[in-house]
């Protein structure tokens, strides 16, 4: 129903910023609310951020409130992560997906497409 692809990632020093991309296809982008989530070697997927439908509910993770932010295009039928003040703690592979529809989740269980994920390597 919904193909997810994340683009942006990449190399970034100690302090730098990245914006994170993932443009849907399939059906309309906006009735899913959506989420980013990434997954460091040997640790479980973690939960970092979720946007409403219509944009207009987000929440974040304590570790990254304040430093990332959440936004979405839905005319362009994509979903952003705008990340600042990166630490190599932040490496990861980082993914978005869909969930159900309506209201936000920070539960993996909630989402139903996923992306196939973008690596950000922050560097000391």
């Known amino acids: 129903q919904v193909q997810l692809a994340e683009s942006g990632g990449g190399l970034v020093q100690t302090g730098g910023s990245l914006r994170l991309s993932c443009a849907a296809s399939?059906?309309?982008?906006?009735?899913?609310?959506m989420g980013w989530f990434r997954q460091a070697p040997g640790k479980e997927r973690e939960f970092l951020a979720t946007?409403?439908?219509?944009?207009?509910?987000?929440s974040y993770a304590d570790s990254v409130k304040g430093r990332f932010s959440i936004s979405r295009d839905n005319a362009k039928n994509t979903v952003y992560l705008q990340m600042n003040s990166l630490n190599p703690d932040d490496t990861a592979v980082y993914y978005c997906?869909?969930?159900?529809?309506?209201?936000?989740?920070?539960?993996?269980?909630?989402?139903?497409?996923w992306g196939q994920g973008t690596q950000v390597t922050v560097s000391s």
């Open positions: 997906a869909a969930g159900q529809r309506g209201g936000t989740s920070s539960d993996i269980g909630y989402y139903v497409y």
């Open positions: 399939g059906r309309t982008f906006s009735n899913y609310p």
């Open positions: 946007i409403s439908r219509l944009g207009g509910t987000v």
